[in-house]
């Protein structure tokens, strides 16, 4: 739901040497259709997001057959220990605090 963030996200992943291909979604109940369609080998998922959370989101990915290797990283605005350790029990790598940190991110992947 953070328009600016994720034109910021897509320009990075344009910009790294690599077969990047894109695509964004702005909700969860998107994100999940998104997935289906676009078939990916990594989400960044934010927790907070209208509809349906990154929470949802990212048991559902991890619970389904067919998406159950797509590798998640989460990021989020409201950043707790709780938060993180909730969304790695779902399923995702890490979770990264807002501001997202570039070079962090380059790392991860």
């Known amino acids: 739901d953070d328009v600016q963030l994720v034109r910021f996200l897509v320009n990075l992943f344009e910009g790294l040497e690599g077969d990047f291909v894109t695509d964004t979604a702005f909700d969860g109940f998107s994100a999940g259709l998104k997935v289906k369609e676009f078939h990916p080998q990594l989400v960044l998922l934010d927790l907070m997001m209208p509809g349906m959370n990154g929470f949802e989101v990212c048991n559902i990915l ?45 790392e991860i992947l």
């Not at 057959?65 to 590798?71: A, L």
């Not at 350790?85 to 991110?105: F, S």
């Open 62 to 106: 991890k619970s389904t057959p067919s998406t159950k290797s797509i590798r998640v990283i989460a990021m989020t605005g409201y950043y707790t220990r709780e938060n993180a350790d909730k969304i790695m029990e779902a399923g995702a790598e890490v979770c990264l605090a807002k501001p997202i940190n570039p070079e962090d991110l380059i």
